[in-house]
């Protein structure tokens, strides 16, 4: 293990009361100073995954380690984590400056350097000037900027932040992810966040956990996860997405839509049955005879950037298309795509299976 990994799971299993498995054997690393997310539908487990981090509640079966040692059952104050709840959970008779002050009053801390603390991680989150005032009369934002101040003045490891953003209308939403992003960056402090938002995943992480049902689809940057998805889930939850059904016919050769293309994949058995999958924006168009497939328009959108279209090809698949160039309803359009566009995910294939599949896949590009 790399001594840059903070946390580690191990085949960590969580299950209420013989119940349903609510997390079902998830292992991965958290690295010292990056910013990960956990991103998944609504009950996925990603509080839960957050709650057993900082130890509000334990593991079933397997192991959880901070710094390399095990520490399923140490309590929650004694470690290194700071938890930045959804509703901040800030005490509102506390005016801002004691809210901040109160887990370094709990140390029994002196008064000098509590206000030099204070002080700076108020600065720290743009709120100097503001000890005095009362959590009531502060906006969402900046409440939410209090409850950060509090969990960094504890100078913790790892910051854990359940969906901090989600109380906030999209402009400032938008404004604070920037913040939080410029703050994890300035600190070099682990965080670990939760939303559902893949956007917000997409623009402020160094590393993605896509969860469902308990299980760590898959994890990776957020380019590798948008640009070569594991799977029908993992596809349709990044970004917008085109899935089709298709065969593998033989090395760098798929069918789907009815048709014969050449693909980068290979390594699967022949006639295997695939999934396809090609983003928006990875579909041109053009005339119908000079495209590889052939589609009628049955909606246009303008999106202020781009058009969307959606359309249906000959077999009755459809292709929702991304394009500064406009089709109207009704047209009969061609569609083009570079094989690169064409990302084959195989049925039930594992990350562990899907990695080593793209790792021989640079190989081959090497030696060519
Ligand atoms: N104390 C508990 N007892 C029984 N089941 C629980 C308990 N806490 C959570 N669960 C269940 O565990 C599952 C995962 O919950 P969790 O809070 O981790 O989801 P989440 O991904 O954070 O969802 P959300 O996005 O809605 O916050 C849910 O089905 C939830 O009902
Ligand atoms: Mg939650």
């Known amino acids: 293990m790399s001594e840059n990994v903070i946390i580690r799971f191990d085949q960590v ?104 603390k204070v002080k700076e991680a108020l600065r720290f989150v743009n709120l100097n000037g503001y000890e005095n005032r009362e959590i009531t009369e502060m906006s969402g934002g900046q409440r939410q900027r209090v409850a950060i101040a509090r969990a960094i003045v504890n100078e913790p490891e790892v910051i854990l932040l359940d969906e901090p953003l989600s109380a906030l209308d999209l402009k400032l939403r938008t404004e604070m992810q920037y913040e939080l992003r410029d703050l994890q960056k300035r600190l070099g402090i682990t965080f670990i966040f939760v939303t559902h938002d893949q956007e917000e995943a997409l623009a402020m992480s160094d590393e993605i956990f896509v969860l469902n049902e308990g299980k760590i689809q898959q994890s990776g940057t957020p380019t590798d996860i948008y640009d070569e998805p594991i799977n029908r889930f993992v596809a349709d939850f990044i970004g917008e997405s085109n899935i089709v059904p ?76 991304h394009s500064t160039k406009k089709a109207t309803v009704g047209d009969a359009i061609g569609l083009n795509f570079d094989p690169e566009s064409i990302h084959v995910m195989r049925l039930g294939e594992t990350e562990e299976e899907f990695d080593k599949r793209l790792e021989s896949y640079d190989e081959v590009s090497h030696e060519k």
């Open 13 to 116: 299993t969580k299950q209420y009361d013989n119940d349903t498995v609510v997390l079902d054997h998830v292992s991965f690393e958290i690295e010292r100073g990056k910013f990960y997310t956990l991103l998944g539908p609504s009950g996925c487990g990603k509080t839960t995954i957050l709650r057993l981090i900082a130890g509000f509640t334990e593991a079933s079966e397997g192991d959880i380690f901070f710094n390399g040692n095990r520490i399923n059952h140490v309590p929650a104050n004694k470690r290194q984590v700071n938890t930045v709840f959804q509703d901040y959970a800030l005490f509102p008779h506390l005016n801002v400056y004691e809210n901040v002050a109160f887990g370094l009053r709990i140390k029994k801390m002196n008064q000098a350097d509590i206000d030099q």
């Open 246 to 321: 298709g065969k593998m016919i033989r090395d760098f050769e798929v069918e789907f839509a009815g048709k014969m293309f050449e693909c980068v994949d290979q390594g699967l058995h022949a006639n295997e049955p695939v999934e396809i999958v090609i983003r928006p924006e990875d579909l041109e168009i053009t005339d119908w005879n000079q495209g590889k497939i052939q589609a009628r328009v049955v909606s246009q959108l303008f999106r202020g950037v781009h058009y969307e279209m959606l359309c249906y090809d000959e077999e009755q698949n459809e292709w929702l298309v």
